[in-house]
């Protein structure tokens, strides 16, 4: 069987943020089986060293894309080539945490970053590949939320806001969508290691070291196997949410501030 054939048995993979991190891992993962591949990002040069990488495994299209802008949003959907219209798999991982300050000590502008990417990106894309999704006999959408959707901590203020949205659209969309073929998936990954952290501190690597020192945190590797095992699993079966940790990480007895 030709790489080709192969690659018309899968599905359209479409990854957002797919030059670093979370999303940069599951494009390899998604290749190397075979799966034809749409990434997207902001950085043009990583996403052209990608595409001439992966293309040894499948078939990919890659394209510069702003989550943020609805225009361009609909524009690159609309104007998808033939060959990768058919969109099986959405992986929303285009995301980010900006700063770990106190709410008071926070920059307004850092705030509505995270909402303009985490929550208004995420809506941007998904509504306008839903009704491509919809048409597939069997889709998958596959959005990366945080266990900060769940756990509140010091500094996640408007970081943990954000994600507690994704994992609630998730289950919305999980409801609407109950028995048409469309699969929605909540994944929320708890302390991990890669570049989105270095932009959380600001590219503070001495702050990025302390926080990873002997945490043996969540790898990006770690996670594109598991965004790979729920998209692989039969059709009739549906990941409603998946929170994972590394061994090391785990809660904590709620404080008390005595005055």
């Given at each position: 069987?030709?790489?080709?054939?192969?690659?018309?048995?899968?599905?359209?993979?479409?990854?957002?943020?797919?030059?670093?991190?979370?999303?940069l891992a599951t494009a390899k993962?998604?290749?190397?089986?075979?799966?034809?591949?749409?990434?997207?990002?902001?950085?043009?040069?990583?996403?052209?060293?990608?595409?001439?990488?992966?293309?040894?495994?499948?078939?990919?299209?890659?394209?510069?894309?702003?989550?943020?802008?609805?225009?361009?949003?609909?524009?690159?959907?609309?104007?998808?080539?033939?060959?990768?219209?058919?969109?099986?798999?959405?992986?929303?991982?285009?995301?980010?945490?900006?700063?770990?300050?106190?709410?008071?000590?926070?920059?307004?502008?850092?705030?509505?970053?995270?909402?303009?990417?985490?929550?208004?990106?995420?809506?941007?894309?998904?509504?306008?590949?839903?009704?491509?999704?919809?048409?597939?006999?069997?889709?998958?959408?596959?959005?990366?939320?945080?266990?900060?959707?769940?756990?509140?901590?010091?500094?996640?203020?408007?970081?943990?806001?954000?994600?507690?949205?994704?994992?609630?659209?998730?289950?919305?969309?999980?409801?609407?969508?109950?028995?048409?073929?469309?699969?929605?998936t909540s994944l929320e990954p708890?302390?991990?290691?890669?570049?989105?952290?270095?932009?959380?501190?600001?590219?503070?690597?001495?702050?990025?070291?302390?926080?990873?020192?002997?945490?043996?945190?969540?790898?990006?590797?770690?996670?594109?196997?598991?965004?790979?095992?729920?998209?692989?699993?039969?059709?009739?079966?549906?990941?409603?949410?998946?929170?994972?940790?590394?061994?090391?990480?785990?809660?904590?007895?709620?404080?008390?501030?005595?005055?």
């Amino acid at each position: 069987m030709t790489e080709q054939s192969q690659a018309q048995q899968h599905p359209v993979v479409l990854i957002t943020g797919a030059t670093s991190g979370f999303g940069l891992a599951t494009a390899k993962k998604f290749a190397q089986h075979g799966y034809p591949l749409i990434i997207t990002g902001r950085r043009e040069e990583r996403l052209q060293a990608l595409s001439a990488e992966l293309s040894e495994f499948t078939e990919v299209f890659y394209s510069v894309l702003d989550v943020r802008d609805s225009e361009a949003v609909i524009g690159f959907v609309e104007q998808l080539p033939e060959r990768f219209k058919q969109v099986g798999i959405l992986v929303n991982n285009a995301g980010l945490a900006l700063g770990a300050e106190p709410a008071d000590k926070a920059a307004l502008s850092d705030w509505h970053t995270m909402i303009d990417t985490n929550v208004t990106g995420l809506v941007n894309v998904t509504h306008s590949l839903l009704p491509i999704l919809r048409a597939q006999a069997s889709a998958s959408i596959i959005n990366l939320a945080s266990i900060a959707a769940n756990w509140a901590y010091p500094g996640s203020h408007v970081y943990g806001a954000s994600k507690a949205f994704v994992a609630q659209f998730s289950r919305n969309l999980r409801s609407d969508f109950a028995g048409t073929g469309v699969r929605v998936t909540s994944l929320e990954p708890g302390l991990a290691e890669s570049e989105f952290s270095l932009v959380r501190f600001k590219g503070d690597q001495e702050k990025y070291d302390q926080i990873y020192k002997g945490a043996s945190a969540i790898q990006p590797e770690d996670i594109a196997n598991i965004i790979f095992w729920i998209a692989e699993q039969p059709a009739h079966i549906n990941i409603n949410s998946l929170e994972v940790m590394p061994t090391s990480q785990a809660w904590d007895n709620f404080k008390i501030i005595k005055q």
